[in-house]
């Protein structure tokens, strides 16, 4: 009898690549149709081809729900692969742009700039992203000062957060109007975006997206050590910058539209690699779609599970990220999750 050999992801990383991309649309899709309003597939496609734009159907679509699909898209693949790139150039499985600080480096600039120049709203991915690299720069610090050690990464990460954290509370009370919808941006959520808003922060993303892949080769060799990486001539420390500078422009320019959004730079990463193993190519790719699709999924279930109520889409990300954070915590031993 012939047997047929087994497929196998890890030997066909384009397929499921497809595969991520094709869901990803659906859910984009059904993120335009579904809602408050529920509109057919063909109010949607005509108003996407500029067909009876004055009817209302058509103005749900582009001022509303077009922004709020692409905004979590951006989000999505932009935190995925920003704690992809965090978690291999720190060589740490539990890192992730919400736990060593990035994002809440972020938010604290974001804030701060708001409140003092309030009519430079232009430039907040600038400010996010220097403030998430001012967030990663500390937490690096503080861990190599306290050992350099997994845990005290985490550690320093939690701390910094907090103290980031409690910065932007400060300036939200003493100035109120510093930060519109504080509990969207603290919680993380995708209401009221538009293009204006979205445009520059989709420039800095689509930049740091083609420097990550551009840099996989190196990513690949510093996945092996440092040691290894310094005896194949690799300069590790200009490539942990360059890295860590991409993944905070990610990390930075998604806080500026989305706020604080949690888990989607842990959870995804850690999902891709177990699916497609280590090579860093594939793995990012799958990781910007797969980061895509989880953030639209769970702005979508934001929308229609408490209709016509709707909740920020931090929460439902945080109900299905904080188990699974406990799940890899328990699944550690000896400084390393093990499959």
Known sequence: ??????????????????????????????????????????????????????????????????PRVCGGLLAGSALAVSGTLIQTVLNNPLA?????????GAGFLTALSTALIPAAAWSAPLVAFLGAFLGV????????????????????????????????????????????GYSDFRIGGLS??????????????????LLALAMAGQLDILALGQDTAQSVGLPVKRARLRLLLAAAALAGATVSFAGLLSFVGLLVPQMMRRILGGDSRPLLAASALGGALLLTLCDLLARTLFNPYEVPVGIVLSFVGGPFFLWLLFRQRGGRIHD
Request: glycine share 8%.
């Open 96 to 104: 992730s742009p919400h736990i060593i600080g990035v994002n809440a």
């Open 1 to 66: 009898m012939k047997t047929w050999p087994a497929f196998s992801i890890r030997k066909h990383p384009a397929a499921f690549c497809l595969l991520l991309a094709l869901l990803t649309a659906a859910a984009a899709l059904a993120g335009l149709c579904i809602g408050a309003v529920n509109l057919p597939l063909s109010a949607v496609w005509s108003a996407l081809l500029g067909r009876d734009t004055g009817s209302t159907a058509a103005r749900i679509v582009l001022l509303t729900r077009v």
């Open 137 to 180: 720069g500390l937490v690096l610090a503080l861990s190599e000062r306290a050992g350099a050690s997994r845990m005290s990464l985490i550690l320093a990460g939690v701390a910094i957060s907090n103290i980031f954290t409690a910065g932007i509370d400060a300036i939200v009370t003493l100035s109120p109007d510093a930060l519109n």
């Open 192 to 209: 009221g975006l538009t293009a204006a808003r979205l445009f520059p922060a989709g420039v800095v993303i689509a930049a740091a997206l």
